[in-house]
């Protein structure tokens, strides 16, 4: 019984490791800029929307002439929306920001 509960546990161990490696090769890449873009945004959410849960919500960013623009994935047929950020490359500072319904 003891033998059987340590082969559990160890292809537990492994099959969480296999999941966590393809849940991170499906993870879009992102450069040094955008990453930083992206923390500024984590910080502004968490402060401006605590409820808002990031680590169920991959970000998504996109570059637009002088902004970055950050919002939210959410699950696939979820109801809801996501806070959506606008902010300045220059100064890297939130110049809008707002929560989708």
């Not at 160890?10 to 969480?16: H, I, R």
């Not at 490696?21 to 923390?39: H, I, S, T």
């Not at 991959?58 to 970055?68: A, D, M, R, V």
């Amino acid at each position: 019984m003891r033998v059987f509960r340590s082969l559990a546990a160890v292809f537990c161990l492994v099959a969480t490791g296999f999941l966590l490696n393809d849940l991170r090769a499906n993870e879009p890449k992102m450069n040094e800029d955008e990453l930083g873009v992206v923390q500024i945004a984590r910080d502004y959410v968490a402060a401006r929307w605590p409820n808002f849960d990031l680590a169920g919500h991959p970000p998504i960013i996109k570059s637009s002439g002088e902004l970055w623009q950050v919002w939210y994935q959410l699950p696939e047929g979820s109801l809801g929306g996501t806070p959506v950020l606008l902010i300045d490359k220059k100064s890297l500072k939130v110049l809008r920001a707002h929560h989708e319904q």
